[in-house]
């Protein structure tokens, strides 16, 4: 007995390291699994603290709890731990009972609402109710952008203060959009506009873009750096065209930028003291090939620059394009998925001629140096590798997406996540499956059993603490989902028991890590010694 209290002490352990360990500086974001959308500023969807519980080899299954309260059209969701969690939504108002943006604090248990702050209900407003995002910064307070808003929220209690920011008077203040931010390190907020034009005002969230004909005559969108402790507009500058991808910002041999990609190239603006100076050296020219559309939200690898075209509807196959921070001529792309069939889905609204569209941006893993992109027209995903020769195919999988690319896990266990809509349309889909990937070989791991409600389009799984994740239903829905082994942890051999041929096959595998790691920390060792032994005996005994 008191041995076997000692092996319960040590597991209580591994779960408080996960829990409460090693804080990780991502400035100006605070030092959690995520505390902004895309995890840093460079947007690289790489969340490490996050973990698959899965096996690597062999059968997983997925466990899945629902809330019961709504969160209509949640995009997306910020921790201070894994006890503080935070979502924000409301803002598609294309989807029934999306009045307006909201935050809420939510119980990690239950998934119930601890507080709930509705921030504008946009039919009495009459504005446009697009998208915007929420962030936890290291002030400990968050942050969120909605409409021409910013806000500032006590995480304590969902009061907030709020700011007016700059609107075009072409198209006036209610058919203005700040579609997200993002943060240099000292704090300072970079925000960008989108338009919905007045002929359109009819149509809500992203409607106001994808079904209006009159999307491609509005005024060049406007750049603005914000000083989030005054709430106060420090610069803004009208971009060369209109934009829709949003923007990420880099430090760069000392300086700060912000990337963005437009309809016909990639420009960048150097930072200081929350000014603006276009960088006229860094000139790639045209990025894009005949037939391909503007991409969307930029992500940094180390030195450089990666974005995929097609963020809008194309006639061309998606491009992976990669340019040098410190040499913009230095450039390369590829089509991955080119050769793959396309069975156009039938979406209403797109013309036929339609062969690729990607409305979610690339997911890096600066590690690897390894790209991850995707295309609902094809129905397809990969991974591509940069090199100093330039960009080549590690692996392509058949899958369904309109979603952002969740990358999670250490080092030698990355594990990619999104969404699946087989034989469905994008955009229209009313259903869709989760799959967790290998992220370095493709390999399916795990899958929903059953379909789920849809996603709230063009959002990303949110990678949580002990395995989990949270998935946002575009009508409220608020799943926890969970990816382990269909038998139990230790049992290596998945012969439904934990015995001597396990504790044979961990030993043999000692040292970093493997598919004996059974706590996720990137080695073998005691911890997973211990709980090998706490599981000794026939599944689900122990």
Not at 173 to 179: L, V
């Amino acid at each position: 007995m008191h041995q076997r209290a000692l092996w319960l002490i040590a597991a209580f352990a591994i779960v408080a390291t996960e829990a409460h360990g090693q804080q990780h500086s991502n400035p100006p974001w605070a030092s959690s699994l995520m505390a902004f959308e895309h995890y840093d500023s460079g947007r690289t969807h790489l969340f490490e603290r996050a973990h698959f519980r899965g096996a690597f080899g062999g059968c997983n299954i997925v466990e899945v709890g629902a809330a019961d309260a709504s969160y209509p059209s949640g995009y997306n969701m910020v921790y201070q731990d894994p006890n503080e969690i935070f979502i924000y939504g409301g803002g598609y108002g294309n989807v029934p009972n999306s009045i307006g943006p909201f935050v809420a604090k939510v119980d990690p248990n239950t998934l119930e609402p601890i507080w709930y702050t509705q921030l504008l209900v946009t039919a009495e407003s009459g504005e446009w109710n697009y998208p915007g995002v929420v962030a936890l910064m290291n002030d400990d307070f968050l942050y969120v952008i909605y409409g021409y808003r910013l806000a500032r929220i006590d995480p304590v209690d969902g009061s907030f203060e709020v700011m007016e920011l700059p609107t075009d008077l072409t198209v006036g203040a209610e058919n203005t959009s700040y579609n997200g931010f993002d943060a240099l390190s000292d704090g300072t907020l970079i925000a960008k506009t989108v338009y919905r034009s007045p002929n359109c005002e009819t149509l809500q969230g992203p409607d106001g873009l994808f079904k209006c004909p009159y999307a491609s005559t509005v005024p060049s969108s406007m750049l603005v750096s914000i000083d989030p402790c005054k709430l106060q507009v420090l610069d803004q500058v009208t971009l060369p065209e209109a934009v829709g991808g949003r923007p990420t910002t880099a430090r760069f041999q000392g300086k700060d930028f912000v990337y963005l990609a437009t309809p016909t190239t990639a420009i960048r603006y150097q930072i200081e003291d929350g000014m603006f100076t276009l960088d006229g050296s860094w000139n790639p020219g045209n990025i894009y090939y005949s037939g391909q559309t503007v991409g969307s939200a930029v992500a940094i690898m180390n030195d450089w620059f990666v974005v995929q075209s097609n963020g809008n509807p194309a006639a061309a196959p998606l491009s992976v394009i990669a340019i040098h921070q410190g040499n913009a001529s230095q450039m390369h792309q590829l089509q991955p998925f080119s050769g793959l069939p396309v069975v156009p889905p039938t979406t209403p609204g797109f013309p036929a001629s339609i062969v690729s569209w990607a409305p979610m941006s690339v997911s890096v893993d600066p590690d690897h140096n390894l790209i991850y992109t995707a295309d609902s027209y094809p129905s397809a995903i990969a991974a591509v590798e940069l090199t100093a020769s330039g960009l080549s195919t590690v692996w392509t999988a058949q899958q369904r997406t309109t979603e952002f690319l969740a990358l999670i896990g250490p080092r030698g266990r990355r594990v990619l996540v999104t969404t699946d809509f087989p034989g469905q349309s994008p955009y229209y889909n009313t259903t869709d499956e989760v799959v967790w990937r290998n992220a370095q070989t493709g390999e399916e791991l795990a899958r929903t059993a059953e379909a789920l409600p849809a996603m709230t389009a063009g959002t990303m799984i949110q990678p949580y603490y002990f395995g989990k994740v949270f998935y946002m239903g575009q009508e409220g829905e608020l799943f926890s989902l969970k990816a382990r082994p269909a038998s139990c942890a230790g049992d290596l051999d998945q012969d439904g028991s934990v015995g001597g041929a396990d504790l044979a096959a961990m030993c043999s595998l000692w040292g970093g890590p493997s598919d004996a790691d059974l706590n996720f920390d990137a080695q073998t060792d005691g911890a997973d010694l211990t709980m090998l032994l706490m599981a000794w005996g026939p599944c689900g005994t122990n």
